[in-house]
């Protein structure tokens, strides 16, 4: 009796053991730098508030990706959106500005839809190689007519390693 309670604890850690390897070269292998997502306030997104991300580069001989991350409801009235980007180096900011097509001309949603929520990956700059190593700052801020842009629920970034590297 007691050689099979001690076999079946073997395999339980055995199993145990597996998954954690498992599991540790699925987290081993992202490729993300940063993923941020921030939470806009009673989503009424103001030109005052700006979504600020930081990030690190340890390896600029590769390629990375960056993407714009928005979250509305069904309830924002407009089909695409105006953002600014401040690109941040420490010293230099270089500043773009992006208009982004959120609905096809009938009015439907272009992003995925979970409910009364619809969420957008979009992009700002593919297969981009950084100037230099080190900390980096990308600020997002909206750049509508209205203020408060009404609607937007979440706003965020995420950079991450080209997948041709």
Sequence with gaps: MAQKINLLQSKKQLFLLGFLLVISLF???????????????????SYRRHILT????????????????LRHTADYKYAN????AHFKDGKNTVTRRYQY????????????GSGNLFTYT???????????????????????????L????????????????
């Design 101 to 112: 097509k959120l609905a096809k001309n009938d009015g439907e949603w272009l992003g995925s």
């Design 122 to 148: 979009l992009p700002m700059l593919t297969n981009y190689h950084f100037p230099k190593n080190g900390k980096f700052e990308i600020e997002i801020e909206q750049n509508m007519r209205d203020n408060p």
């Design 27 to 45: 987290v081993g292998c992202t490729t993300s730098v940063i993923d941020s997502n921030v939470e806009i306030t009673d989503r009424r997104w």
């Design 81 to 84: 959106i105006f953002i600014l």
């Design 54 to 69: 930081s990030f690190e580069i340890k390896d600029n001989t590769k390629a990375y990706n960056i993407y714009f991350k």
């Design 150 to 165: 009404l609607e937007v629920s979440d706003v965020g970034l995420t950079v991450s390693k080209s997948s041709g590297n």
